[in-house]
């Protein structure tokens, strides 16, 4: 899943994220640390890292 490239459609964390892609960071599943959310970067100069939910990505 590292560097998979996903299309954010909603994303509690930071809603201008939806819409937008980006690339996952993490490398290994989300856990409790991040309350069983991803880590998503590269989405746009003004937004960065957001957390989102499995259900708010789709492969890009």
């Not at 560097?3 to 994220?17: F, N, Q």
């Not at 856990?31 to 991803?38: D, E, F, K, Q, V």
């Not at 100069?45 to 990505?57: A, D, F, M, N, R």
């Amino acid at each position: 899943m590292t560097g998979d490239k996903v299309l954010i459609t909603s994303c509690e964390d930071d809603p201008r994220a939806a819409g937008r892609t980006g690339r996952i960071v993490d490398a290994v599943p989300p856990g409790p640390l991040t309350a069983g959310r991803w880590t998503v970067h590269r989405i746009s100069p003004l937004i960065g890292p957001v957390l989102c939910h499995t259900h708010e990505l789709q492969p890009a």
